[in-house]
C-alpha cells in the first residue's frame, strides 16, 4: 500500500513546547502535503514541499523532506492550546493520485 | 471564494434508500476528489474526477456511483449500501500546477450513517 505511516500515533504536550510528528511512504513523490483535522470536521492544508526540496518554513510550521529514506517530519513550534488537531501527511504521486498517512493525534495542554 | 461546500452536513439511510451527496466549488479547480473516512482513520481516496471526466476509481463497490455534471460539481449518488459504509463523506477540489496537482481543498463532509 501506499499510505504512510506516522508516529507518534497520539502525542500530549505542554502549550509553549514543540511538536514533532513523523511520516515515512513507500513509492516515489510528486510532493509531499501536510494537513490537520479537527474533530470530525474537513481536512485543512498546512504546507506542500515538493520532491526536490529538503526543508520548508511556514510561520510555526517546519517541513523536512528525505527522498532517499522516504520520510518527512513536520515540527510545530511554540504549540498553542489551538494546534489540538489530528494530523496528517498525505502524499502525491501518480499524476493525481493522494494517499494519506496513519495521522498523529496531537493534544496540546493549556 | 476559497471554499468547498457539501450538503447534506448529516444524512441517515436505510439501506434500501436511494441518496445523493453534492460538492461545490467556484475556485476553478479542475480536479475533485471523494474520500471516505472511517472514525480514528485516515481519509481514503475513492474516486478522483480530472477535467470533468473519471481518472480514479479505488476499487469502490458499485453501490456508489460518482458524477460530475459541470466543472464546478460532484455527486456522489447512493444506493443499497450496507451498515459498513457509515462514515465521513470529504469532497475536494485541486488546481494542476506545472502537471501535477497541488494542495486539496476540503469540504467539511458529510456525516453519513446506514441503518
Known amino acids: 500500500s501506499q499510505q504512510g505511516e506516522e508516529d507518534p500515533q497520539a502525542l500530549s504536550i505542554q502549550e509553549g513546547e514543540n511538536a514533532t510528528m513523523n511520516c515515512s511512504y513507500k513509492t516515489s513523490i510528486n510532493n509531499l502535503q501536510w494537513y490537520r483535522q479537527n474533530s470530525g470536521r474537513g481536512l485543512v492544508h498546512l504546507i506542500l514541499?515538493?520532491?526536490?526540496?529538503r526543508e520548508k518554513h511556514s510561520g510555526r510550521l517546519r517541513v523536512t523532506l528525505d527522498t532517499s529514506k522516504k520520510s518527512s517530519s513536520l515540527l510545530i513550534t511554540a504549540s498553542r492550546a489551538a494546534d489540538t488537531a489530528s494530523y496528517f501527511c498525505?502524499?502525491?504521486?501518480?499524476?493525481?493520485?493522494?494517499?494519506f498517512g496513519s495521522g498523529t493525534k496531537l493534544n496540546v495542554k493549556p | 471564494d476559497t471554499e468547498v461546500t457539501q450538503t447534506p452536513k448529516h444524512l441517515v439511510m436505510g439501506m434500501t434508500n436511494k441518496k445523493s451527496l453534492k460538492c461545490e466549488q467556484h475556485?476553478?479547480?479542475?480536479?475533485m476528489y471523494w474520500y471516505k473516512q472511517k472514525a480514528k482513520k485516515p481519509p481514503e481516496l475513492m474516486f478522483v474526477y480530472s477535467y470533468e471526466k473519471l481518472s480514479i476509481n479505488e476499487s469502490v463497490p458499485s453501490r456508489f456511483s460518482p458524477e460530475c455534471p459541470n466543472s464546478s460539481l460532484l455527486n456522489l449518488h447512493l444506493h443499497a449500501l450496507q451498515p459498513e459504509d457509515s462514515a465521513l463523506y470529504l469532497c475536494?477540489?485541486?488546481?494542476?500546477?506545472?502537471?501535477?496537482?497541488?494542495?486539496?481543498?476540503f469540504g467539511p463532509g458529510t456525516r453519513l450513517t446506514v441503518l
Open positions: 475556485m476553478g479547480h479542475r480536479a
Open positions: 498525505a502524499t502525491n504521486w501518480g499524476f493525481n493520485k493522494f494517499y
Open positions: 475536494a477540489s485541486s488546481q494542476p500546477m506545472s502537471g501535477h496537482y497541488n494542495e486539496q481543498f
Open positions: 514541499i515538493r520532491s526536490n526540496e
